[in-house]
């Protein structure tokens, strides 16, 4: 059974306390939403030489770089966020690849439908199985 606000702020937890590991909470989640989605494009972006896996970049505050791969083989590209994302932050996941807008538009066979809004619909769809392993405690924060 849920407790009242109130019966934790009685056992010795300052509203402050409160505040600190919700907002903790709130930009952890961001991070590992953000990380998801990454990772759900690069996963869903057809692979030929890996240029087009390898143009994703991701990045807190302000657009990437807009630096392309030249032509070559690659492997796929590692998520990184240095942390939590903190509230009112922008996170961008971008490709600037010339050829990218026809691949969402489904010209490959490998992503007839596409990348970016099935990857996101997923994203979506799993946002419950998020917050459960948040709630659990599987994403610490460090403020239990």
Known sequence: MP???SQLLMRGTTWQQFERRAI???ELMKQYLALDLFTRFVAMTPRKTGRAQASWNIAVGTEPDRTVPPPGNYGAPRPSLSGPVPIGQTVWVTSNLNYMQFLEQGSSTQ??????DVSILAVLDNL???AAVLRSGGLDVGLR
């Open 3 to 5: 407790r009242r606000p």
């Open 24 to 26: 903790g909470r709130v």
């Open 111 to 116: 992503a007839p439908y596409g990348i970016v």
């Open 128 to 130: 419950e199985s998020h």
